[in-house]
């Protein structure tokens, strides 16, 4: 498995070699205009049967089979037996995990689940997860239930339509069924079907709207799974569908859900079973028992040894931006300028989620205890989702993708998750060239959080400055700047900055030369060509399928790259952009 994978990785490595060469040949691709195309064009294609769908996504991906190569039963006959608890648990949640999970078990966790007095979103994921049989835990939170829907609709893997029952109920069809439905403290017989006839008629009547003109909109397919009525024909924009759903209560819905799952399917009793990826278990063990699973990972994998060359890396990324606080463009007054300058001093870098100034031993312990009250069991799969969400509930609201850095103002630190010094992005002994373009850059990016127009009047130990935040609302170069920024990107200005600030630290710290340096040795040959591949490298980080991550707080990954290096000289230099279009400066807040 092992091997394999690593082979995959130098294939891959070898395609993006080659899409190089083949870029500059190529017509249509003008890095000047969309280098993330360039870049990234046919990530897409090289990576179409891969289960991820993004460079990042890939990280995760290796990372989860890593794991899941730990968990697995044989790991566990070999001698896991006396693990603290929280690993134990990460065990008991995978295993169940992987068992064949059935519909009477789906039934089960509905009961339960709706008898409860308070159902709230953390119910609503284990329902939906369990209904819809998710492989990724549904997200979410009190805003986008109308994304989960969303979500829902739009999914096409391959099923069996047989497995559901869409025809809408009759009164005596729902009659049956309410004998059998458990004692709940919602809702009231008549006002239920009320309430389920009318979203029926609303469903029902969406489908059969017969527009000649909007023929080619129709949607004839069935989303996964889907055991609520489906009309022979609907339109394309399920936005209407959406909308009906995610009016509807958390409680309506899984009660709701629960009754129909209780049909018989149309063409006769179901009775199949399904099983669930290890990887996806993986990925699952992770997001529940975080902490647990990355314990056991940093056990196993230990990077320690890669610490002290990023450590070096941050520190020489500091000595630049503590250049460009020195030179004090905006004139800030001596007592900011200290401020700012020993808040960049006391930055820190950790290289893992969990808390290194402690033993393994140690932090084993904490996170058992984190975990104390968290029993799972190891043939519960649904129960067990229902405990670790129930545990969690607070940090659990966004996902997000595990690989990510992260700074943490109160504590003015970095996070950077080991499972990024991975292949493609990280491996030992390759070229500094691909070290800096990448990791320089997250780093870079990160540290300039901590002085974007929020985290800059936030001191070395996170404490907020009124002085220092009336000192930057007055300054007019720096509000102008801030301006700038908020013209070009509105809400998203705050992750530009750092983009930008972070692509030209680490570029400045791999190319130029500064008396801080340590000795590195810093070939000066083909100076062009190594520009070309600093960038190309750079942009590898964010290829994604497309633009399904649009609506983050970054944008798209193509405008991250593209807005990213627009403005920067350097870039535009190595690739010979001249000034023939009108070029607007960067905005730059120090
Ligand atoms: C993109 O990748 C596909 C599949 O590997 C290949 O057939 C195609 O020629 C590539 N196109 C470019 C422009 O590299
Ligand atoms: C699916 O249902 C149809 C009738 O609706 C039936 O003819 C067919 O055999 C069923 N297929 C399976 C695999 O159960
Ligand atoms: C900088 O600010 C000081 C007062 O704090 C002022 O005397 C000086 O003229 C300013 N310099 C520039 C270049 O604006
Ligand atoms: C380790 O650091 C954490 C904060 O990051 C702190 O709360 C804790 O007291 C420290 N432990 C030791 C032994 O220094
Ligand atoms: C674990 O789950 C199974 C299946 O739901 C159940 O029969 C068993 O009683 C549970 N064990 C414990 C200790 O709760
Ligand atoms: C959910 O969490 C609360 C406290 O946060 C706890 O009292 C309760 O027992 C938990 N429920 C389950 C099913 O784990
Ligand atoms: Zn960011």
Request: neutral net charge; charged residues 25%; proline residues 5%.
């Amino acid at each position: 498995m092992h091997s394999k994978r690593r082979l995959l990785v130098l294939i891959v490595g070898l395609l993006v070699v080659v899409l190089l060469v083949q870029a500059k040949s190529h017509p249509q691709a003008d890095p000047c205009q969309n280098f993330y195309g360039v870049a990234c064009g046919n990530w897409s294609a090289i990576h179409a049967s891969d289960a991820y769908q993004s460079f990042l996504g890939q990280l995760d991906y290796n990372y989860q089979a890593k794991l899941a190569d730990l968990l697995d039963a044989e790991y566990f006959a070999k001698g896991g037996h006396d693990e603290p608890h929280s690993v134990q648990q990460l065990r008991y949640f995978y295993t169940a995990c992987r068992r064949p999970l059935t519909q009477d078990q789906v039934l089960r966790s509905l009961e339960q689940l709706i008898a409860l007095e308070h159902i709230q979103f953390e119910e609503m994921t284990v329902g939906l997860t369990a209904a819809f049989r998710l492989q990724v835990l549904a997200s979410i939170n009190h805003y986008n239930k109308y994304d989960i829907f969303k979500q829902l609709l739009a999914r096409r893997e391959h099923w069996h339509p047989n497995t559901t029952n869409r025809e809408p109920l009759t009164r005596q069809q729902f009659d049956e069924l309410w004998v059998r439905m458990p004692k709940i403290p919602f809702p009231e017989k008549e006002d239920f079907w009320h309430q389920v006839s009318r979203l029926e008629a609303e469903l029902t009547s969406i489908g059969i709207e017969n527009d000649e003109t909007a023929r080619d909109e129709l949607v004839s397919w069935i989303p996964s799974f889907w055991m609520l009525p489906w009309p022979k024909l609907t339109y394309r924009n399920l936005h209407r569908v959406t909308r009906l759903l995610a009016l509807r209560t958390p409680q309506f819905m899984l009660t709701y859900i629960y009754l129909r799952l209780q049909l018989p399917p149309e063409g006769g009793v179901s009775k199949d079973t399904w099983l669930m990826d290890r990887d996806q278990c993986a990925e699952q063990s992770r997001q529940i028992l975080s902490h647990a699973a990355v314990w056991l990972m940093e056990q196993h994998h230990p990077r320690l040894k890669e610490e002290p060359l990023l450590q070096d890396i941050f520190e020489e990324l500091k000595q630049r931006f503590g250049q460009k606080l020195r030179a004090n463009r905006n004139n800030f007054t001596r007592r900011t300028q200290q401020f700012l300058v020993r808040k960049l001093k006391r930055m820190r870098l950790r290289l893992s989620i969990l808390p290194r100034n402690a033993s393994a031993t140690t932090v084993g312990q904490l996170i058992d205890g984190h975990y104390r009250h968290v029993h799972m069991n190891a043939s519960d799969y649904f129960g067990n989702l229902y405990i670790g969400l129930n545990h969690s509930s607070p940090q659990m609201h966004e996902y997000g993708t595990f690989a990510s850095p992260f700074y943490i103002t109160e504590k003015n630190m970095l996070i950077v998750p080991l499972s990024l010094l991975e292949p493609p992005l990280y491996a030992h002994d390759q070229p500094p060239i691909l070290t800096y373009s990448s990791l320089g850059f997250i780093l870079g990016h990160e540290l300039s959080h901590g002085f974007d127009s929020e985290g800059v009047t936030f001191s070395a130990d996170g404490v907020a400055s009124r002085a220092v935040d009336r000192e930057t609302a007055r300054n007019p170069r720096f509000q102008h700047e801030l301006s700038c920024l908020d013209r070009r990107f509105g809400s998203r200005r705050y992750e530009k900055f750092a983009d930008a600030s972070g692509l030209e630290l680490a570029y400045s710290a791999y190319f130029d030369t500064a008396q801080t340096d340590r000795k590195r040795h810093r070939s000066t040959d083909n100076l062009l060509s190594q520009q070309q591949q600093f960038f190309h490298n750079f942009a590898q980080f964010f290829c994604s399928d497309g633009e399904f991550s649009e609506e983050s707080d970054h944008g798209s990954d193509r405008k991250r790259v593209n807005d990213a290096v627009a403005h920067f000289k350097p870039f535009r230099e190595a690739f010979s952009c001249g000034t023939s279009h009108k070029r607007r400066r960067q905005c730059r807040l120090f």
